[in-house]
Nanobody, 115 residues
Framework: QVQLVGSGGGLVQPGGSLRLSCAASGDTFSLNSLGWYRQAPGKQRELVARIFGGGNTNYADSVKGRFTISRDIAKNTVYLQMNSLKPEDTAVYYC?????????WGQGTQVTVSS
């Protein structure tokens, strides 16, 4: 089992920045990727960014050039640096971890972009 604890959400003005963090614990050796999803009211949960064991990353088209996913292997922590935030980035952001057999979710953190 893997436990994920996310943090770092909040209220920010358009054009601002936030950094989300997610610490993984438990059977982290089994994981092959870490990522962030988000879910806005009335919408489906969508992938924002993912980082794989070899360091490769992928991003949703809507966040390319604005968001950066990174990780600290020693701390078993994944980060999402969000710059140039837009109102349409408002959502609950969920940390996600995957092994070959399972997917794990953090508790979600609210990001609100509003003036």
């Amino acid at each position: 089992q893997v436990q994920l604890v996310g943090s770092g959400g909040g209220l920010v003005q358009p054009g601002g920045s936030l950094r989300l963090s997610c610490a993984a614990s438990g059977d982290t050796f089994s994981l092959n990727s870490l990522g962030w999803y988000r879910q806005a009211p009335g919408k489906q949960r969508e992938l924002v960014a993912r980082i794989f064991g070899g360091g490769n990353t992928n991003y949703a088209d809507s966040v390319k050039g604005r968001f950066t996913i990174s990780r600290d292997i020693a701390k078993n922590t994944v980060y999402l640096q969000m710059n140039s935030l837009k109102p349409e980035d408002t959502a609950v952001y969920y940390c996600n971890a995957r092994s070959w057999e399972n997917a794990y979710w953090g508790q979600g953190t609210q990001v609100t972009v509003s003036s």
